[in-house]
């Protein structure tokens, strides 16, 4: 979990979770323990990026190799779709200033 970068405190789950689904690049959230503002890092949002391209290129190339019906595809597609969450939770890192999205 990411850490304030004011403060140390190490974040919660659920408050990674609110920073990192609902970050719409304008608005950051503030640390439970400091209260100053934490935005998500330009950083990690270039890592989650890369890490959904690689995600998305690794299935178009393998998914031709599994076997077509449905119930395989579904339980391969679950903890696929769980670990891509927990991979971009974990790349999740905060910053004290809002970085550009360019």
């Known amino acids: 979990?990411?850490?304030?970068?004011?403060?140390?405190?190490?974040?919660?789950?659920?408050?990674?979770?609110k920073i990192a689904f609902k970050y719409r690049g304008t608005s950051g959230r503030t640390c439970s323990r400091c209260g100053d503002k934490?935005?998500?890092?330009?950083?990690?949002?270039?890592?989650?990026g890369i890490a959904a391209i690689v995600s998305l290129v690794l299935t178009v190339v393998v998914r031709p190799l599994l076997p077509q019906d449905f119930g395989t595809s579904l339980l391969l597609a679950v903890p696929l779709a769980v670990g891509l969450i927990v991979a971009n939770l974990s790349l999740v890192e905060l910053s004290n200033v809002q970085q550009g999205e360019t």
């Open 38 to 48: 934490q935005y998500i890092s330009k950083k990690s949002l270039n890592r989650i």
């Open 1 to 17: 979990m990411p850490k304030c970068q004011n403060c140390g405190h190490r974040w919660s789950l659920k408050d990674t979770c």
